[in-house]
Each structure stands twice: as C-alpha cells, then as structure tokens.
C-alpha cells in the first residue's frame, strides 16, 4: 500500500505563511489525484485544494489566491504552500493521494490518507 508521511505544521502568526509537504512511498505507483484537506477544530474535513488526473488545480473558496497544491513527480511527494494565513485556517492537515500502484503482479487502486499535520494560526 501507498504511505503517506507529512510535514511542515506548526504555530505562525496571521499573515504569515507555511509549506506543507507530503512524502509518498510504497514500491510501484503512479499519484494520479492528490489533494489537501482540513478538519477546523469542531468540524468536518473539507477539501482545501485538489488536482486531478493531472488537470488543473481546484481551491476552496475561502483560500483562493492564498494557498498553492504543487507536486515533484521525480520525489513523489505534494506541496501546500500557504501564504497569508488567518485565524480561521487554524486545523489539521492532511493530504490524500489516490490512483494505481503494483501489487501482486498486478495493478491495483489505492486511496491514502496522511497522518495530519496541525497548523494554528495566531490572532
């Protein structure tokens, strides 16, 4: 199965700015969907930022213009870039990657989900 390991959380002031990273690994495989998620304290996850099948990038409303997904093929893992963080960004983060990977002799799905990583942005 395809792991997947993230980084780069912590506490920043509002207006400041950080990089997730999410590292993947696992023998044979291709990340053919990626995408960031958040749970804000108290709430649901919901999608930050996607890219699917290659295309282009799709946002949430509320980080448009603020947020950047990105990805190195060559070291099979995505970015979140975010710039200008606010208070309400404040959750845990967590990347999901999806697509094939050779297993048994043959190609399987997978669906993988990071650890989550906490981001707490201060007033």
């Known amino acids: 199965q395809v792991q997947l390991v993230e980084s780069g959380g912590g506490l920043v002031q509002n207006g400041g700015s950080l990089r997730l990273s999410c590292a993947a690994s696992?023998?044979?495989?291709?990340?053919?969907?990626i995408g960031w998620y958040r749970q804000p304290p108290g709430k649901q996850r919901e999608l930050v930022a996607e890219v699917i099948s290659g295309g282009n990038a799709n946002y949430a409303d509320p980080v448009k213009g603020r947020f950047t997904i990105s990805r190195d093929n060559d070291k099979k893992t995505m970015y979140l870039q975010m710039d200008n963080l606010k208070p309400d960004d404040t959750a845990v983060y967590y990347c999901?990657?999806?697509?094939?990977?050779?297993?048994?002799?043959?190609?399987?799905?997978?669906?993988?989900w990071g650890q989550g990583t906490r981001v707490t942005v201060s007033s």
């Open positions: 999901n990657a999806n697509g094939r990977v050779y297993s048994g002799g043959i190609w399987r799905r997978y669906d993988s």
């Open positions: 696992g023998g044979t495989f291709f990340l053919d969907n």
